[in-house]
C-alpha cells in the first residue's frame, strides 16, 4: 500500500500547498505589532479600549506612516501616555484629541478634520481619479474613431503602391 505522501494527488499539488503555507507564515509577519507595553496598560477595560481607540488616530510623528499605537518610538510611547492620563482624568475622546491637535498640529490626525482647508486633502483624491478616468476614456474613443477610418480609395491605394516602390 503506497503511502500518503506519496499519493500522485499530494505531488500533483504539492508546490501549490507549500507556496500557501509559506505565504500565510510570510503573511503573520507583516502584520501590524501593537508597541504598546504592559505598563501603560490601564486596569479599566473600557478606559484601555477608549485609549487604544483613540491612539489608533493619532500619527507617531517620528514614524509619520504608523499611528502611536503601532509605533515603538519614545515620543509615540509618551503620546500613548499623554492619551491615558487624560482618559484618567476624565477627558472625552474629542477633548483629548482636541488636546494633542493643540499642542501637535492637525498633521497628528491620520484621518484628517473635514473642514475648508482640508477640503482639498478629502476630494483630491476621487477628482484626479475621475479626471484620469474621463482621460481613458476620451483616448478609447479617439483610438475606436481612428481606428474605423473608410477604406482607401483606389487613387490612393496606387499613390500607396508608388510610394512603397521607390523605397
Not at 1 to 9: I, K, T
Not at 11 to 26: E, N, Q, W
Not at 107 to 135: C, G, M, N, S, Y
Amino acid at each position: 500500500m503506497p503511502s500518503p505522501c506519496s499519493s500522485p494527488r499530494l505531488l500533483r499539488h504539492g508546490p501549490i500547498f507549500f507556496a500557501a503555507f509559506l505565504s500565510f507564515f510570510v503573511s503573520l509577519g507583516t502584520l501590524p505589532a501593537k508597541a504598546v507595553e504592559p505598563d501603560e496598560v490601564l486596569q479599566d477595560q473600557a478606559l484601555e479600549a477608549r485609549a487604544r481607540h483613540i491612539s489608533e488616530g493619532l500619527r507617531c510623528l517620528v514614524c509619520q506612516n504608523q499611528s502611536i499605537e503601532d509605533s515603538a518610538a519614545p515620543l509615540a510611547k509618551d503620546l500613548r501616555l499623554l492619551v491615558r492620563e487624560r482618559l484618567k482624568a476624565g477627558d472625552t475622546d474629542q477633548q483629548i484629541e482636541d488636546f494633542v491637535v493643540a499642542r501637535y498640529g492637525e498633521f497628528v490626525l491620520l484621518k484628517p478634520r473635514f473642514e475648508p482647508h482640508t477640503l482639498i486633502l478629502w476630494f483630491a483624491t476621487p477628482v484626479v481619479f475621475i479626471v484620469a478616468l474621463l482621460i481613458v476614456v476620451l483616448a478609447y474613443r479617439r483610438r475606436s474613431a481612428a481606428a474605423q477610418l473608410p477604406p482607401l480609395s483606389k487613387a490612393e491605394e496606387r499613390r500607396l503602391k508608388r510610394l512603397l516602390e521607390d523605397r
